[in-house]
């Protein structure tokens, strides 16, 4: 008996000791923003949590989802959060004196946004969309910015298509079925959901206008940068590790992407199909792309010159390997 008890002390002493070992490398609290709740690109934040992959690299991850790219740069600015999942073009910001930098791009051409109008629209193809308006999330938006984009390529001018700043696809969603707005600049798999009801459908895709593009980059405040450049790199690890599961495991992604979306598995993998080739692996920022979204400042006189390079973005934590 006396054995017994001497192991069971041992044992307890034993559990004790790791579980002090293990509050001592507690995970870093870390919050991370999503500039919209409905894109599915914005995914890998989900993915990394539940499969660990944060966790991982000492990440405790809390995830929130904003209403549009202005939302989420007043949330870093004000130290509401962490890390920004956002778009290439609200890179300007940091022109502008938002104490925000990007840190990795994560998508290429935007696959993920698309025109979006009612099923009974009069509007039956983009030859239709002259003049019309279509709702985006906020002004100097990745929607905004595509709207404008894709009225210059179509030969109508900046001001050929006009936009409504709504905030998200919920706030747009009412205003089309009731004809105040004509469509919505918003997520392809929004549309795909419309499409299955019977609400709505896919008009045309954006990456037929912006081939070579930054959809997508990761933010985090410079102070963190500055500081804590150890945590930004651990965080990259476990994020881009995630977009990784993800390519290898569509139907995990699948059973994920329809829990956090409230999608049905159909248009979850739907949009798989359509839009994992634009998720980047490794964080790296192209020029050529780069040089578009600078095009687009000075073009729709965001900025009245085009910028430097690292008034946009650092290089310092790519190329991202997990």
Known sequence: MKSKRNFMFGSIALVASLLVAGGSDA???????????????FIPLEVGFEQGLFAKYGIDIDISALTGDAKLQQALTSDSVDFGLGSGPSMAFAVKGSPVIAVAAFAAEPRNISVIVAHDSPIKTVADLRDKRLAVTTAGSLTDWLVHR????????????????????ESALPLMRTKQIDGIMAATEAGYMLEERGEGKVLVGMEKYAPKFHTHVVFARKQLVAEKPQLVERFLKGFFASIAFMKANKEKTTEIASKVLHQTPAVMNRTWDYEISMLETDGHFDLEAVEVIKDSFVGMGILSEKPANDQLFTTKFLPVKP
């Open 27 to 41: 995970a870093d609290k870390v919050r991370a923003a999503k500039s919209v709740s409905v894109a599915w690109s």
């Open 150 to 169: 894709l009225a210059v390529q179509e030969g109508w001018g900046v001001d050929g298509v006009k936009t409504a700043a709504v905030g998200g696809f």
